[in-house]
């Protein structure tokens, strides 16, 4: 079945990076896209951004632009998502999901996400 | 605040059908697909409903989705205790080059 399986929670001091992976299994991961979402404790969803498993094209959120990272490794058929200069609002849990559409919401389906929590 | 607006909270006794409404604008909703997940606690999400008002396998016929003009709405009928959860809506905003979420709305089966 598609899965995707996410490394582990992380505890980051403020000013730091982390580096989030998803390694999928259950298709072929270049005919699809990833896409991260985080959500912050008690709130929404927010889209942080997509890269195509295909070619490497990336779309990042503009408010993390020059923060966030994503890459690909297609002979393991992971991603990952780096994010720098952490601040106390980045404290998150981390979605990645596999993506039909570069320029659609259709997620489907999603890893069991990331805890980040930045703390000094 | 949420870019895609939707009410924060809904409920409904077991058995009956509650309805969850997103409103959007001309370069998100107006012009493109909506997408429903559900998230119940402590979970991921999950795909409800893509392109509008399409079940992925697996998700039950009590799940429906619509769009008119630069609104959506999710329907669940037959209520269930199950069905307990946060429901966002989503979709891409030209304007803006992303995807757009609601500020979810959090369903209890009273």
């Known amino acids: 079945q598609v899965q995707l399986v996410q490394s582990g929670a992380e505890v980051k001091k403020p000013g730091a990076s982390v580096k989030v992976s998803c390694k999928a299994s259950?298709?072929?991961?270049?005919?699809?896209?990833i896409s991260w979402v985080r959500q912050a404790p008690g709130q929404g969803l927010e889209w942080m951004g997509w890269?195509?498993?295909?070619?490497?094209?990336?779309n990042y959120a503009q408010k993390l632009q020059g923060r966030v990272t994503m890459t690909t490794d297609t002979s393991t058929s992971t991603a990952y998502m780096e994010l720098r200069s952490l601040r106390s609002d980045d404290t998150a849990v981390y979605y990645c999901?596999?993506?039909?559409?570069?320029?659609?919401?259709?997620?489907?389906?999603w890893g069991q996400g990331t805890l980040v929590t930045v703390s000094s | 605040q949420s870019v895609l607006t939707q009410p924060p909270s809904a409920s409904g006794t077991p058995g009956q059908r509650v309805t969850i409404s997103c409103s959007g604008s001309?370069?998100?909703?107006?012009?493109?697909?909506v997408y429903w997940y559900q998230q119940l606690p402590g979970t991921a999400p999950k795909l409800l409903i893509y392109?509008?008002?399409q079940r992925p396998s697996g998700v039950p016929d009590r799940f429906s989705g619509s769009k008119s003009g630069t609104s959506a709405s999710l329907a669940i009928s037959g209520l269930r205790s199950e069905d307990e959860a946060d429901y966002y809506c989503?979709?891409?905003?030209?304007?803006?080059?992303?995807?757009?979420f609601g500020g979810g709305t959090k369903l209890t089966v009273l």
């Open positions: 890269i195509s498993a295909y070619n490497g094209n990336t």
């Open positions: 259950g298709y072929t991961f270049t005919t699809y896209g």
């Open positions: 989503a979709a891409w905003d030209d304007s803006l080059s992303s995807v757009v």
């Open positions: 999901a596999r993506s039909h559409d570069g320029r659609a919401p259709w997620f489907d389906p």
């Open positions: 001309s370069s998100n909703i107006g012009t493109n697909y």
């Open positions: 392109r509008n008002n």
